[in-house]
């Protein structure tokens, strides 16, 4: 499975898809197609756990005053499910392997995965 899971409005997501190709991945715009309760157990399959898909840098993080709030798991998994600014993004899955976010070394991963699989 290769799949991609973005938002359109984000422009480091935008950045990060340009810079390899698209070819054969299913790509999903969250806003406007917003993941399923399925996708989501996919992802933390992959991930080990709802934190690491979660996003800090949601303006509703400080909105709803979520830092100074002890989150479990379960808070993790409906924060994301009810609003869509709280998946870290890009996530992109290629096979067993998930790539979370936009860190320098996440994206250089990604990079050698998607290339390694291209030869």
């Given at each position: 499975m290769k799949k991609?899971?973005?938002l359109k409005t984000c422009d480091t997501s935008k950045r990060i898809l340009k810079q390899f190709p698209l070819d054969g991945f299913t790509v999903q715009e969250?806003?406007?197609d917003p993941i399923t309760v399925k996708q989501l157990?996919?992802?933390?399959d992959l991930a080990g756990n709802y934190e690491s898909l979660f996003s800090r840098r949601a303006?509703?993080?400080?909105q709803m005053d979520l830092k100074d709030q002890s989150l479990k798991e379960l808070d993790y998994k409906q924060l994301?499910?009810?609003e869509y600014t709280f998946l870290?993004?890009?996530?992109?899955?290629?096979?067993?392997?998930i790539f979370i976010g936009s860190n320098k070394k996440n994206i250089q991963l990604l990079i050698q995965n998607?290339?390694?699989k291209n030869r």
């Open positions: 991609i899971y973005y969250i806003k406007t157990d996919e992802m933390v303006k509703k993080y400080k994301i499910l009810s870290k993004r890009p996530v992109i899955i290629i096979d067993d392997k998607v290339i390694n």
